[in-house]
């Protein structure tokens, strides 16, 4: 996720949704935000296969569950490169018998030791979705600590359809950025890179949802009105 100025976030924002209108995924605009309430806003469905950023995610999950675990052998052998991949695997696994709140603290605060690092610096690229391996060696930006933690829950056995990684917009800072949101009993939860706090999706009302996605689907969170 790359920081901008206010204006580009909104600008980014009417972009996806007139992208998703010209690909006939959604009907004309009415406005560009909706009104959250405590819960994390459903949003609406949006077909994944037209949907951009979904690619980027499946190749996320392809790099991901495809990975050769010789490579991490190669990796504990090799005693000048840190096996920090192994080394989060083998963390979560610690969680296991963990309560699920627990199991969000630790996360959380794990993945937020990373190293933040834009993607212009690290990768050369403007938007750069990566995998936990690259994640974990290199650094990366929000949607990043979002994609490991998403991955680290699904891991210890959280369903998919209890999470979701948002790109949304920080009112306060005035830049875009991402999260991982987990329902978890009657409340929606953040995992957040700027803080090793687990709090409530009411208590951030300064965030405003652009698009959500997990394994399962991808939803859009601005105000449309279809023609039909």
């Given at each position: 996720m790359v920081f901008v100025n206010h204006s580009s976030i909104i600008h980014r924002s009417l972009g996806v949704v007139i992208g998703l209108m010209l690909l006939g995924q959604v009907g004309s605009v009415s406005t560009v935000y909706a009104s959250y309430g405590d819960a994390?806003?459903?949003?609406?469905?949006?077909?994944t296969e037209r949907f951009p950023a979904y690619s980027k995610w499946l190749q996320v999950m392809e790099k991901d569950w495809a990975r050769d675990a010789t490579d991490e052998a190669t990796c504990a052998r090799n005693?000048?490169?840190p096996c920090r991949l192994l080394n989060?695997?083998?963390f979560v696994e610690s969680l296991r018998?963990?309560?699920?709140?627990e199991q969000l603290r630790s996360i959380n605060s794990y993945i937020n030791q990373t190293r933040f690092i834009e993607d212009r610096d690290n990768w050369g690229a403007k938007d750069y979705w990566a995998a936990p391996a690259e994640f974990l060696t290199r650094g990366g930006d929000c949607e990043d600590?979002?994609?490991s933690k998403y991955l680290s829950l699904r891991q210890l056995g959280i369903p998919a359809e209890q999470l979701r990684v948002v790109v949304l917009e920080d009112k306060r800072r005035r830049v875009a950025h991402a999260v991982l949101v987990v329902e978890l009993g009657e409340e929606s939860l953040v995992l957040d890179n700027l803080s090793d706090r687990v709090v409530s999706w009411s208590e951030v009302g300064h965030y405003r949802p652009l698009y959500s996605l997990n394994e399962q689907s991808a939803w859009l969170h601005v105000k449309v009105r279809d023609r039909l």
């Open positions: 994390f806003p459903e949003g609406r469905f949006i077909r005693l000048g490169r989060w695997s083998r018998k963990e309560d699920p709140a600590y979002a994609i």
